[in-house]
């Protein structure tokens, strides 16, 4: 019942930035965001964490993007974001949204992940 749409890939040269968005959607459905993740898989590897900031703001970030890409978040408009300068070819990969949900008026949490969008970074 709650989806994740994820907007703002492309194709960027390195050394670009790109935004990308993630926002909650549900019906049918009360609920509140915990923990917002961004998660990037690159063809043939494994899925990897970039960065996850908590409900109180507090983020984490990947050693391989720290100081380059920044996570924030909107709670009034249930939105994740990620910010990402000084981009690399490196960073070439799928980005998917995550996030830990706490349904309002019932003892129920879940998850839920964007369809992912295409970041490429290449000259």
């Known amino acids: 019942q709650v989806q994740l749409v994820e907007s703002g890939g492309g194709l960027v040269q390195p050394g670009g930035s790109l935004r990308l968005s993630c926002a909650a959607s549900?019906?049918?459905?009360?609920?509140?965001?915990?923990?917002m993740r961004w998660y990037r898989q690159a063809p043939g590897k494994e899925r990897e964490l970039v960065a996850v900031?908590?409900?109180?703001?507090?983020?984490n970030y990947a050693d391989s993007v720290k100081g380059r890409f920044t996570i924030s978040r909107d709670n009034a408009k249930k939105s994740v974001y990620l910010q990402m300068d000084s981009l690399k070819p490196e960073d070439t990969a799928v980005y998917y949204c995550?996030?830990?949900?706490?349904?309002?008026?019932?003892?129920?949490?879940?998850?839920?992940w964007g369809q992912g969008t295409l970041v490429t970074v290449s000259s």
């Open positions: 995550n996030a830990d949900l706490r349904r309002i008026y019932a003892a129920t949490s879940f998850a839920a």
């Open positions: 549900g019906t049918g459905i009360a609920y509140r965001i915990n923990d």
């Open positions: 900031i908590s409900s109180d703001g507090s983020t």
